[in-house]
């Protein structure tokens, strides 16, 4: 592992961001140096998901990605930039695609709620929920325009969305569960935080500054759960206080139990803006 990351932080790093393949011909595709196809969202966010970027460049990859895929006149967030089109690369069958269409440099929805979730590990709670908003159906369709724009369904997560000319900002495959699935994780998980493992709840969030409060209801068997989170300092994580029933949890975590009764946990967040993963 130490050596895949230190080659990966070396022939993987391309000046301002990671590259994103090497080509069976000796061709890379994610590089600066190329004319299509110079920069891929997956790369960027995923040496921040892997922890495997050092930790200057999991920043400077990210801020790459903001400043070329993220496209806020069509609130979408594209897979590549640019789209395969007249180069001489040859990726496989996504360059069949028209350019901007789907993998071909649209936005393909499970890489951009891994862009939201690596900018929450990083800690940035004000461009996760912008770009987790940006990316929500509902917001392509607030307006008879936009829904004309969009013209799928504002109530489910479509798989993908076209990125460029006459077709930008217009969504492709719909009900397509992947994608839903992720955005599900990206919210619950990594904004509010809620984490479930090995029976174990604690809270992990990452919000804006400017969130005062929010409340969760989990239903674990048959117990249920109420979580209220206050944030009076207008920080965007780090639990300070975790409090059952009244009672202060040291571990700032508790073991579920299935068995029925009702649990009210408070929680206070209280540092940041970088949260701890």
Same mark, same amino acid.
């Given at each position: 592992m130490e050596k895949l990351k230190k080659a990966l932080n070396n022939n993987g790093w391309d000046g301002r961001w990671y590259k994103r393949a090497f080509m069976d011909d000796g061709n890379v595709l994610g590089s600066i140096q190329n004319e299509e196809c110079r920069i891929d969202s997956i790369s960027q966010s995923w040496s921040v998901i892997s922890n495997a970027g050092d930790n200057d460049k999991k920043y400077i990859s990210m801020e790459s990605l903001e400043n070329h895929l993220i496209d806020k006149e069509n609130g979408i967030i594209k897979l590549l930039d640019p789209p395969f089109e007249k180069g001489s690369l040859k990726p496989g069958y996504i360059k069949a695609y028209l350019p901007g269409t789907r993998e071909n440099g649209g936005q393909? %929805?499970?890489?951009?709620?891994?862009?939201?979730?690596? $900018?929450?590990?990083?800690?940035?709670?004000?461009?996760? *929920?912008?770009?987790?908003? *940006?990316?929500?159906?509902?917001e392509h369709s607030r307006t008879k325009e936009a829904a004309n724009k969009y013209k799928v369904e504002p109530y489910v997560v479509a798989a993908d969305i076209y990125g460029q000319r006459n077709l930008a900002g217009r969504g492709g495959w719909t009900w397509y569960t992947g994608s839903s699935s992720w955005m599900y994780e990206?919210?619950?998980?990594?904004?509010?935080?809620?984490?479930? $493992?090995?029976?174990?709840?604690?809270?992990?969030?990452?919000?804006?500054?400017?969130?005062?409060?929010?409340?969760?209801?989990?239903?674990?068997? !048959?117990?249920?759960? !109420?979580?209220?989170? %206050?944030?009076?300092?207008?920080?965007?994580?780090?639990?300070?206080?975790?409090?059952? !029933?009244?009672? $202060?949890?040291?571990?700032?975590?508790?073991?579920?139990?299935?068995?029925?009764?009702?649990?009210?946990?408070?929680?206070?967040?209280?540092?940041?803006?970088?949260?701890?993963?």
């Amino acid at each position: 592992m130490e050596k895949l990351k230190k080659a990966l932080n070396n022939n993987g790093w391309d000046g301002r961001w990671y590259k994103r393949a090497f080509m069976d011909d000796g061709n890379v595709l994610g590089s600066i140096q190329n004319e299509e196809c110079r920069i891929d969202s997956i790369s960027q966010s995923w040496s921040v998901i892997s922890n495997a970027g050092d930790n200057d460049k999991k920043y400077i990859s990210m801020e790459s990605l903001e400043n070329h895929l993220i496209d806020k006149e069509n609130g979408i967030i594209k897979l590549l930039d640019p789209p395969f089109e007249k180069g001489s690369l040859k990726p496989g069958y996504i360059k069949a695609y028209l350019p901007g269409t789907r993998e071909n440099g649209g936005q393909y %929805t499970h890489a951009s709620c891994w862009a939201i979730i690596a $900018e929450a590990i990083l800690g940035f709670g004000n461009k996760a *929920m912008e770009y987790y908003r *940006m990316i929500n159906p509902i917001e392509h369709s607030r307006t008879k325009e936009a829904a004309n724009k969009y013209k799928v369904e504002p109530y489910v997560v479509a798989a993908d969305i076209y990125g460029q000319r006459n077709l930008a900002g217009r969504g492709g495959w719909t009900w397509y569960t992947g994608s839903s699935s992720w955005m599900y994780e990206a919210g619950i998980k990594y904004l509010l935080g809620l984490r479930i $493992e090995k029976q174990k709840l604690s809270l992990k969030p990452c919000i804006p500054n400017d969130w005062k409060e929010y409340k969760i209801k989990y239903k674990y068997g !048959n117990s249920i759960y !109420n979580i209220n989170v %206050t944030n009076p300092n207008g920080k965007y994580s780090e639990v300070v206080s975790f409090k059952l !029933n009244e009672q $202060e949890i040291p571990e700032k975590q508790i073991t579920l139990n299935p068995n029925g009764g009702i649990y009210n946990i408070e929680v206070v967040l209280g540092t940041g803006p970088i949260a701890h993963f």
